[in-house]
């Protein structure tokens, strides 16, 4: 499968901690970008890195792409409770025409 | 406001019942695309359209149907539910890359909740 992997599946922090979440694949890619889910909800587009780039910023979210490794991290930083959600991370591969979602890392900021 | 719309949000049928699902964009999106998302699986693609008049199957396109007469619709079909078609669906849209191929940010829907009994 192309499907990628993230770990943990499950993460619960204090409020103000940091929050790492790793997603890994197997193939060469275009792209790879990451999305949160509320419960339920629709996902909301949260950064896009390039094959070629190996770090980025937006925020208090930082993305670090390893192609040798075929990985990448998000870091979200200073957490906040609103910050719960399920984070997916998604790949478009060289000549798809389609994301392919890893499974997910639900996380959980405890007040 | 930009935004994708889907019909309806929430759905209780019956085995062999045809449905439709509505999905609507209003940004004049070149590329929309059906996901279904189900515990344990992720969100798997059902079928995309890079423009008007052209579909391809994506991952699990079996028992689904879908069409693209307009830019801005893409309603998902199925002619013939079953039980292992209860799932959450999700519809997304997004421009296509100025080399071709599948665009970088994908805007979707609020989701479907269909369930077959």
């Known amino acids: 499968s192309q499907q990628g992997e993230e770990d943990p599946q499950a993460l619960s922090i204090q409020e103000g901690e940091n929050a790492t979440m790793n997603c890994s694949y197997k193939t060469s890619i275009n792209n790879l970008q990451w999305y949160r889910q509320n419960s339920g909800r629709g996902l909301v587009h949260l950064i896009l890195i390039r094959s070629n780039e190996r770090e980025k910023h937006s925020g208090r979210l930082r993305v670090t792409l390893d192609t040798s490794k075929k990985s990448s991290s998000l870091l979200i930083t200073a957490s906040r409770a609103a910050d719960t959600a399920s984070y997916f991370c998604?790949?478009?591969?060289?000549?798809?025409?389609?994301?392919?979602f890893g499974q997910g890392t639900r996380l959980t900021i405890n007040p | 406001e930009a935004q994708v719309t889907q019909n309806p949000r929430y759905l209780i049928t019956v085995t062999g019942k045809k449905l439709t699902v509505t999905c609507s964009q209003n940004m004049n999106h070149e590329y929309m695309s059906w996901y279904r998302q189900d515990p344990g699986l992720g969100l798997r693609q059902i079928y995309y359209?890079?423009?008007?008049?052209?579909?391809d199957k994506g991952d699990v396109p079996e028992g689904y149907k879908v069409s693209r007469k307009e830019k801005r619709n893409f309603p998902l079909i199925l002619e013939s539910p079953s039980p292992n078609q209860t799932s959450l669906y999700f519809c997304?849209?997004?421009?296509?890359?100025?080399?071709?191929?599948?665009?970088?940010?994908?805007?979707f829907g609020p989701g479907t909740r269909l369930l077959v009994l």
């Open positions: 997304a849209s997004s421009f296509p890359r100025t080399s071709g191929g599948l665009g970088e940010t994908q805007y």
């Open positions: 359209s890079m423009n008007v008049e052209v579909t």
């Open positions: 998604a790949t478009v591969f060289q000549g798809a025409q389609k994301l392919v």
